[in-house]
Protein backbone atom coordinates (compact mmCIF):
# COMPACT_ATOMS: atom_id res chain seq x y z
CA UNK A 1 0.00 0.00 0.00
CA UNK A 2 1.33 3.37 -1.15
CA UNK A 3 -0.10 5.44 1.41
CA UNK A 4 1.93 9.10 1.96
CA UNK A 5 -0.44 11.45 4.80
CA UNK A 6 1.46 14.46 5.61
CA UNK A 7 0.74 16.89 8.31
CA UNK A 8 0.83 20.28 8.17
CA UNK A 9 -0.32 23.58 10.17
CA UNK A 10 -1.96 27.25 8.69
CA UNK A 11 -1.42 30.10 10.73
CA UNK A 12 -1.18 28.04 13.94
CA UNK A 13 2.35 27.78 14.93
CA UNK A 14 1.77 26.52 18.68
CA UNK A 15 -0.97 24.28 17.93
CA UNK A 16 -0.48 20.25 19.04
CA UNK A 17 -0.26 18.61 16.11
CA UNK A 18 -1.87 14.80 17.01
CA UNK A 19 0.11 13.52 13.35
CA UNK A 20 -0.67 9.61 14.22
CA UNK A 21 -4.17 10.35 15.07
CA UNK A 22 -4.74 12.48 12.04
CA UNK A 23 -2.67 9.42 9.80
CA UNK A 24 -4.64 6.57 11.45
CA UNK A 25 -7.99 8.28 11.04
CA UNK A 26 -7.09 8.94 7.58
CA UNK A 27 -5.78 5.77 6.66
CA UNK A 28 -8.49 3.82 8.17
CA UNK A 29 -11.01 5.81 5.79
CA UNK A 30 -9.15 4.96 2.66
CA UNK A 31 -8.90 1.40 3.42
CA UNK A 32 -12.97 1.37 4.20
CA UNK A 33 -12.75 3.25 0.60
CA UNK A 34 -10.43 0.40 -1.03
CA UNK A 35 -7.84 3.17 -2.02
CA UNK A 36 -4.40 1.85 -1.76
CA UNK A 37 -2.56 4.42 -3.48
CA UNK A 38 -2.82 8.05 -2.12
CA UNK A 39 -1.27 11.63 -1.01
CA UNK A 40 -2.93 13.15 1.59
CA UNK A 41 -2.14 16.22 3.28
CA UNK A 42 -3.87 17.51 6.30
CA UNK A 43 -3.34 21.24 7.14
CA UNK A 44 -4.77 21.98 10.68
CA UNK A 45 -5.81 25.49 9.93
CA UNK A 46 -7.02 29.04 12.13
CA UNK A 47 -10.12 30.75 11.25
CA UNK A 48 -8.80 33.42 8.96
CA UNK A 49 -7.12 30.88 6.18
CA UNK A 50 -9.69 28.59 6.08
CA UNK A 51 -12.37 31.15 5.98
CA UNK A 52 -10.06 32.48 3.12
CA UNK A 53 -10.07 29.36 1.70
CA UNK A 54 -13.58 29.13 1.78
CA UNK A 55 -14.38 32.28 0.86
CA UNK A 56 -11.87 31.77 -2.65
CA UNK A 57 -13.20 28.33 -3.48
CA UNK A 58 -17.21 28.59 -2.26
CA UNK A 59 -18.52 31.81 -1.94
CA UNK A 60 -18.88 31.39 1.66
CA UNK A 61 -17.28 34.16 3.75
CA UNK A 62 -16.92 32.69 7.25
CA UNK A 63 -15.02 30.14 8.62
CA UNK A 64 -16.50 26.18 8.58
CA UNK A 65 -14.59 23.02 10.33
CA UNK A 66 -13.64 21.08 7.31
CA UNK A 67 -12.42 21.77 3.91
CA UNK A 68 -11.23 19.06 1.37
CA UNK A 69 -9.93 19.17 -2.53
CA UNK A 70 -9.49 16.89 -4.72
CA UNK A 71 -6.60 17.45 -6.81
CA UNK A 72 -6.02 14.21 -8.45
CA UNK A 73 -8.40 11.42 -8.68
CA UNK A 74 -6.22 8.37 -9.59
CA UNK A 75 -4.10 8.05 -8.04
CA UNK A 76 -5.88 10.14 -4.75
CA UNK A 77 -4.13 13.17 -3.98
CA UNK A 78 -6.17 15.27 -1.94
CA UNK A 79 -5.77 17.96 0.88
CA UNK A 80 -7.90 18.47 3.78
CA UNK A 81 -7.74 21.12 5.84
CA UNK A 82 -9.39 21.24 9.61
CA UNK A 83 -10.43 24.31 10.82
CA UNK A 84 -9.62 24.01 14.54
CA UNK A 85 -11.14 26.90 15.90
CA UNK A 86 -14.57 26.65 14.21
CA UNK A 87 -14.34 22.78 14.43
CA UNK A 88 -13.53 23.67 18.55
CA UNK A 89 -16.97 25.62 18.62
CA UNK A 90 -18.92 23.68 17.27
CA UNK A 91 -18.23 20.55 19.62
CA UNK A 92 -18.94 22.59 22.35
CA UNK A 93 -22.50 22.83 20.77
Known sequence: MALRIST???GLP?????RALLREAVRFV?????????TVRIILADDRTIQELNRQYLQH???TDVLTFVLESAPL????????QQA???AVD
Open 8 to 10: YRA
Open 77 to 84: EAEIYIGV
Open 61 to 63: DHP
Open 14 to 18: NYPMP
Open 88 to 90: QRQ
Open 30 to 38: LQQEGIGTA
